[in-house]
């Protein structure tokens, strides 16, 4: 979702929460810390705490006697190095990073940074994910997320101003112990040296550092003298992720851990008329079998068992009879006739420009766009572990809000929000599923535990969810129609647009409503309409009200938005013959210098207009901005036989200065690569009398490994501050495939999945 730090505020309410520190907050006895926060016992020390109520139970100290002994009074947690970095005696850094990375390389491109500042030896960083601890909210927002594309945005200057804190206090201990004055000493690859060129290991000098005071104000590098940002790094987690030693959240191992699968309502909403759960119960190694409430107000089925494979056989082996005389129960036709309804009557207003010369108009295009629900499916199914003793929760999960995840635990549990410790873990995807403000799959976890534990079961319990469960039981990105009715002269002058979008809000009825809804407008549903061309455009906007969930989608509006544009663009260019790349530099005009660099860079670097394409191909253009990011593509697609085949995409990318090009690199290709799944036949969730027909990847669609096109990837030099690079790569690929079927079959394609028949 496309935030704006300048207005966003949360609620008081929810702003003193999340400012709550657990400084009295220990962990479940007998449950092993993770390694990282043995700092004892790895004979280092950190500069500070990890987070500093953690080392302060290592020691038996408040966290007070924990932290740096003249520690800044004016700086907030986000700003004290002490919760970042630790320093083992040996050299190694370990860097805290204060998001979920699922598969993004936050965990590289943060370290980054920071290392940056702190001129540490990259070859000795390490990091590891947060917890809902205060320090690791995002600094813009205030809250705990990893969404809208702001990790690196939002945490650049964080992570650069934590870097050079904490490089001045190995510094101010270095020049302790030689007397002599800190400006003189220098600083590389994790030394401190000086005139003389004698050196002090940070390994050696971070126990002194600690004492050193925090400084509140700091100077930072000029970009000239970059030693590690903007420069080609492998992952830090590439090794074990290519090796099969990566753990994630679904990998949780605790002793006498119990896992529970739970059987969802087929129809959202609903509840247990009856269940019987003889034969559950007869399998071997289930422990229980528990009613437990849902998410929606639902009502599910438990099975808790001593592994994951006897929990599944328990779940299959039940006999339930599900309620759902209460709820609406939707139908994907009869909700199209419904959309398509709607669209004629009058409704709220984004933008309100005369249309009347649509009548009058030289050329006319009258279109419809119709975009299904999509599922999330990441590669790893939702999962999350909860250990409840003694009125405190540990819970471990991949998760995009952890802070908002804690109060829902605490909610469900019983037990006050400083009493619940969430560790983030590493995530196979989630592309905006991990990121829900009602923590459904936190939600349930934590309502099997308590059941678990009203039935005398104390164990820590892992609930795994299936790809079925996720997908037939999920959340999805919201079904859109667009309708548009627009007129132009010969010259593609457009006279007037009337442009009317249908869809459910994201953001109606959650804690951003207030700030992301005006005037009955879901901002998320209209951003990437209009801008960057200055259009005579009239636009009105529907939110029904439907019984299927939904939630932010990987780009968010930007995922139909960016579609209808820049085909219907396109479309107007090739009617008045025109080349499409020059009818959208005419139109973007000099007001949006990012947008024309990333096209033009895209264009030149594909040859686009000078090199001849193989026979039956042909290109096919579109660029967009989301995130505060620009990306462009250039592809060369064929149609054979009905078929649809892209073969090359070109990217051109504005973000400003980029930290890590391995890393823009890949997000633009897993961009492109998710925007083509959009594309292909059977890439739709659809509903039949409230029932999701879909439940794994052999009915709902993603890209096979022969579907790839060749992907390369350009950015335009910038020194100025990074933007967001998570989603902008996924929403012009897609119609800039569309754009090169329709100038191969002479007609526009107006769906998703693609249908050309």
Request: charge should be positive.
């Amino acid at each position: 979702m496309n935030f704006d730090p300048t207005t966003f505020e949360l609620p008081a309410n929810l702003r003193a929460l999340m400012t709550t520190r657990d400084d009295e907050q220990a962990e479940p006895q007998g449950l092993p810390r993770r390694s990282f926060l043995k700092l004892t016992a790895a004979g280092g020390f950190a500069l500070g705490v990890f987070p500093t109520a953690v080392l302060a139970q290592e020691d038996g100290k408040s966290a007070a006697a924990a932290a740096p002994a003249k520690a800044a009074a004016g700086l907030k947690p986000l700003q004290q190095p002490a919760a970042f970095v630790h320093i083992d005696r040996d050299g190694t850094t370990t860097i805290t990073i204060n998001r979920l990375d699922f598969g993004q390389g936050v965990q590289t491109g943060l370290p980054m940074i920071l290392a940056e500042e702190l001129d540490a030896d990259w070859s000795k960083v390490k990091s590891v994910h947060g917890s809902n601890d205060p320090a690791y909210v995002d600094p813009a927002f205030g809250m705990h997320i990893t969404g809208g594309s702001g990790s690196i945005k939002n945490s650049y200057t964080q992570y650069r101003e934590l870097g050079a804190r904490m490089r001045a206090m190995l510094v101010g201990a270095a020049a302790a112990q030689w007397k002599l004055a800190p400006a003189s000493l220098q600083t590389r690859d994790g030394f401190v040296i000086s005139p003389l060129g004698k050196k002090l290991g940070y390994g050696e000098l971070a126990e002194a550092a600690m004492k050193q005071p925090v400084p509140e104000t700091v100077k930072l590098k000029d970009p000239k003298d970059f030693r590690l940002i903007g420069k080609p790094t492998g992952r830090l987690d590439a090794k074990a992720k290519s090796s099969g030693h990566q753990d994630y959240g679904i990998d949780m191992k605790l002793p006498g851990m119990l896992t529970a699968v739970v059987a969802h309502p087929p129809v959202f909403g609903s509840r247990i008329k009856s269940v019987d759960d003889s034969a559950a119960k007869a399998i071997k190694g289930v422990k229980a079998v528990l009613r437990v409430p849902l998410d929606r107000g639902a009502e599910g089925v438990a099975v808790v068992a001593d592994g994951y494979w006897p929990a599944k056989q328990g779940r299959d082996a039940l006999k339930i009879e599900w309620d759902a005389s209460a709820v609406e129960k939707v139908d994907s036709e009869k909700q199209l006739v419904q959309y398509r309804e709607l669209a004629t009557k009058p409704g709220a207003r984004k933008y309100d420009a005369d249309v009347s010369k649509i009548a009058g108009a030289p050329h006319k295009i009258d279109a419809e766009f119709v975009f299904p629900y999509l599922a999330h499916a990441p590669m790893e199914p939702l999962n999350c572990t909860v250990h409840l003793v003694g009125g405190k929760a540990v819970v471990w999960t991949g998760t995009q809000m952890p802070g908002i995840d804690g109060m829902a635990a605490a909610k469900v549990l019983g037990v006050p929000p400083e009493n619940v410790k969430v560790n983030v873990q590493m995530a196979g995807g989630g592309f905006g599923r991990r990121g829900l403000l009602t923590s459904d799959f936190v939600v349930e976890a934590c309502g099997v535990v308590k059941a678990a534990q009203a039935a005398g079961i104390k164990a820590p319990i892992r609930t795994l969810w299936s790809r079925e469960d996720d997908i037939k039981g999920g959340y999805y990105r919201p079904m859109h129609l667009h309708t548009a009715k627009i007129g132009f002269d010969a010259q593609g002058n457009v006279t007037g647009w009337d442009h009317v979008i249908v869809g459910q809000s994201l953001l109606m009825g959650s804690m951003f409503e207030p700030m992301m809804v005006k005037d009955g407008i879901d901002a998320t549903a209209v951003e990437g309409m209009k801008e960057p061309y200055a259009l005579p455009m009239r636009l009105t906007v529907h939110h029904p009200k439907l019984n299927v969930p939904v939630l932010w989608w990987r780009s968010v509006g930007s995922t139909h938005t960016a579609f209808v544009m820049e085909t219907l663009l396109d479309e107007i260019a090739r009617t008045t013959r025109q080349d499409p790349v020059a009818y959208r530099m005419k139109l973007i005009g000099d007001k949006h210098p990012r947008h024309k660099a990333a096209l033009q860079l895209a264009v030149d670097k594909s040859g686009y207009g000078k090199k001849k394409l193989e026979a039956g191909r042909a290109w096919g253009v579109a660029v967009h901005e989301s995130f505060d990011s620009v990306v462009a593509y250039v592809v060369e697609a064929s149609v054979k036989d009905g078929t649809p085949t892209l073969h090359q995409v070109t990217a051109g990318v504005h973000c400003n200065l980029v930290v890590n090009p391995k890393s823009v690199e890949a997000q633009v290709q897993g961009g492109a690569v998710m925007a083509l799944s959009m594309c292909l036949p059977g890439a739709a969730i659809t509903l039949k009398d409230g029932v999701v027909q879909q439940s794994n990847f052999g009915d709902f669609v993603v890209p096979r490994m022969t579907d790839m096109p060749q992907i390369a990837v350009f950015t335009v030099p910038s020194a100025d501050a990074p933007t967001g690079m998570g989603e902008p790569g996924l929403p012009p690929l897609a119609p800039a495939f569309a754009n090169a079927v329709a100038a191969i079959t002479g007609k526009p394609v107006r769906e998703l999945p693609f249908k050309l028949a």
